[in-house]
C-alpha cells in the first residue's frame, strides 16, 4: 500500500519515498521540560507515534529511526529553577527541574501508549554540533558575530520564508520582532547569545570571548544532524511551530549543509482547545495530561485524540471522552486476551491517507461488528490492529484495574471498610453496618451480599458504574 503525506512545505499530499527505505529517518519537535505537559502537548506526541508504527509496520521495525528531542535549556526552565529552589546553585536547581520533568513526560506518554522514540537527545548534550554548524554559517557568509552574539542573516537566504510562505515584509508585520541593537536586519533570529551570571554556559563559536548558550531553533539543527544525517525524510511538530522555529531550523541547516532541503515532508499537527476555547492558564481550562490521567485510563485519551485527523484542529471535550471509554469498553470485550497476528488491511489503508485516523476507527468499528460474530480470524485481525496502534497493551483484566484506578478508588480502604461492615454485621450492630455501606456508595462502590464455598456469608464489591 503506498503511503502518502501531506507536506507543509510544498502544500501537497504526495506519495511517500524514503531516502533510504532501510533507514526511515524521522525528527520530531519534544517538550521543553520545566512543567507538566499539557494535553495540548500530547497530541503531536501521540500523532507521531501512530506514524511511527506505522512506519515500522511498512519498512520493518528495524528500519525507522524516530528522534524526538529534550529541549533542556531555555529562559522558563531558568525561572522555574530558581523559583522553585532558590537555597540550591542555578546549575543544580535546573538539574533537579529537567529530571523531574522528564521524568513525568516519560510516565505520562507511556500512560498514553506511545513507543519511546529510538533515539532522545538532549540539547544541553549537543552543544558541539551546535558550535560547529554556527562556524559554517560564519565561514559561509549566513551568520554574524555582533555584541557576543551570532545571527542568522535572514538577507542571505533567499528561500527563507516558503515553509511559512510569507514574505519577509509579512513576517514582519506579522511577528513580534525584538528590535536589538546586535541585528543588522529586525528579522534576523539568535544562533548564539551570552549567557547572564550563574545561568548554563559553555564556550562560545565564533571568537566570542564570553561563554554563552545556544539560541532554541540552533538545537533541532544540531541534534537532527548528528542523529539523522543533513537530510532525512520527515519533520513534524505542532502547527505554532512553523514559524519561526520550523523556518529557521530549515535556514540553519541547509544554509549549514548546502542543500536544498532539510527533510523531504514537513507534517504539522492542528492545534488542540478544550471545550470550544483556547487552552490558558487564564481560563482555567488547562489540562496537564498527568490530571487526565487520575481520571482517565491513558488509551482513553489516546483514543480520543485520534478521532479527529491529526491536521484539524481538536476540541477537547468531556463528552468525547465519555464515547472513547465506552468504544474502548466494547471493544476491548471483544479483542481482550487475544494476541493478534495479522494487522487488518482496512486500517492500514486508513492510515497510509495522510494518517487518516477518523477512517481508520470506522474500519475498526467494521471490523469488531464482524469479529463480535465470532469469526476468530477477524477476532484476531482486530486485536492484531488494536495492539499496532497502541491499544490493548496487557489483559483485559488490566483495563479494568487501571479502570478502576482511574476512577480514583484506594482498594484497599475499600476491602477496610467492607471488613469493617462484616464485623457489625457479625455482632448485630446493623446500624454501623448500613452507614459503612452508605458511604461506600458514596464512594461509587456497590457491595454485594452472598455464601461463600463454605456456606459463610461474604461480601464482594464493584465499582458502580
Ligand atoms: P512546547 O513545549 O510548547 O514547545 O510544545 C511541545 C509540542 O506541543 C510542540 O510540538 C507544540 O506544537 C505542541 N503543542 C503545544 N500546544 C499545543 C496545542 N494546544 N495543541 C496542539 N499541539 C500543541
Ligand atoms: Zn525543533
Not at 533537579?96 to 519511546?116: R, S, Y
Request: glycine share 8%.
Amino acid at each position: 500500500m503506498e503511503l502518502k503525506l501531506y507536506d507543509t512545505l510544498t502544500k501537497e499530499k504526495r506519495a511517500f519515498a524514503p531516502l533510504d527505505p532501510a533507514n526511515v529517518r524521522m525528527y520530531v519537535c519534544g517538550p521543553t521540560v520545566y512543567d507538566f505537559a499539557h494535553i495540548g502537548n500530547a497530541r503531536p506526541v501521540i500523532v507521531f507515534d501512530v506514524l511511527f508504527r506505522l512506519l515500522r509496520h511498512l519498512y520493518g521495525e528495524a528500519h525507522v529511526t524516530y528522534v524526538r528531542n529534550i529541549t533542556d535549556v531555555d529562559d522558563k526552565i531558568n525561572d522555574r529553577a530558581a523559583r522553585d529552589y532558590p537555597g540550591l546553585p542555578l546549575n543544580e536547581a535546573i538539574r533537579k527541574v529537567t529530571e523531574q520533568t522528564g521524568n513525568q513526560f516519560h510516565a505520562d506518554v507511556a500512560a498514553l501508549g506511545c513507543l519511546p522514540p529510538t533515539i532522545e537527545p538532549r540539547a544541553t548534550e549537543h552543544i558541539a554540533e551546535m558550535r560547529a554548524i554556527i562556524e559554517r554559517l560564519i565561514a559561509n557568509g549566513n551568520a554574524y558575530v555582533e555584541q557576543d552574539h551570532v545571527l542568522f542573516s535572514v538577507a542571505t537566504d533567499p528561500r527563507y520564508g516558503n515553509l511559512a510562505r510569507r514574505s519577509l515584509d509579512e513576517m514582519l508585520a506579522g511577528a513580534r520582532v525584538d528590535v536589538a541593537p546586535y541585528k543588522r536586519a529586525p528579522m534576523d533570529f539568535v544562533l548564539w547569545k551570552p549567557s547572564k551570571p550563574g545561568e548554563p554556559s559553555w564556550a562560545s563559536p565564533g571568537g566570542i570571548k564570553a561563554e554563552g548558550r545556544p539560541g532554541w531553533h540552533i538545537e533541532c539543527s544540531a541534534m537532527s544532524w548528528k542523529h539523522l544525517g543533513e537530510r532525512f525524510d520527515i519533520h513534524g511538530g505542532g502547527i505554532d511551530l512553523v514559524f519561526p522555529h520550523h523556518e529557521n531550523e530549515l535556514a540553519q541547516s541547509c544554509c549549514a549543509f548546502h542543500t536544498d532541503r532539510m527533510a523531504n515532508v514537513w507534517m504539522h499537527n492542528g492545534f488542540l482547545q478544550v471545550e470550544g476555547e483556547k487552552m490558558s492558564k487564564s481560563l482555567g481550562n488547562f489540562v496537564t495530561i498527568h490530571e487526565l490521567l487520575a481520571d482517565w485510563p491513558g488509551e482513553v485519551l489516546r483514543l480520543n485524540m485520534l478521532r479527529t485527523h491529526y491536521r484539524s484542529p481538536i476540541d477537547w471535550t468531556l463528552k468525547g471522552l465519555e464515547e472513547s471509554a465506552k468504544t474502548l469498553d466494547d471493544w476491548y470485550a471483544v479483542a481482550r486476551d487475544l494476541p493478534g497476528e495479522r494487522v487488518a488491511g482496512s486500517v492500514i489503508e486508513a492510515l497510509t491517507d495522510d494518517l487518516n485516523t477518523p477512517q481508520m476507527i470506522a474500519a475498526l468499528h467494521g471490523l469488531r461488528n464482524l469479529a463480535g460474530d465470532g469469526d476468530e480470524l477477524l477476532r484476531d485481525e482486530f486485536a492484531a490492529s488494536l495492539r499496532m496502534l497502541g491499544f490493548l497493551a496487557d489483559t483485559a483484566a488490566g483495563w479494568t484495574a487501571r479502570k478502576q484506578q482511574a476512577s480514583g478508588i484506594d482498594a484497599g480502604q475499600v476491602e477496610a471498610l467492607v471488613a469493617d461492615r462484616s464485623a457489625a454485621r457479625a455482632r448485630k450492630d446493623f446500624a454501623e453496618s448500613d452507614r459503612i455501606r452508605d458511604q461506600l456508595a458514596a464512594m461509587g462502590i456497590a457491595i454485594k451480599d452472598g455464601k461463600g464455598a463454605d456456606g459463610k456469608p461474604v461480601t464482594t464489591w464493584e465499582v458502580a458504574r
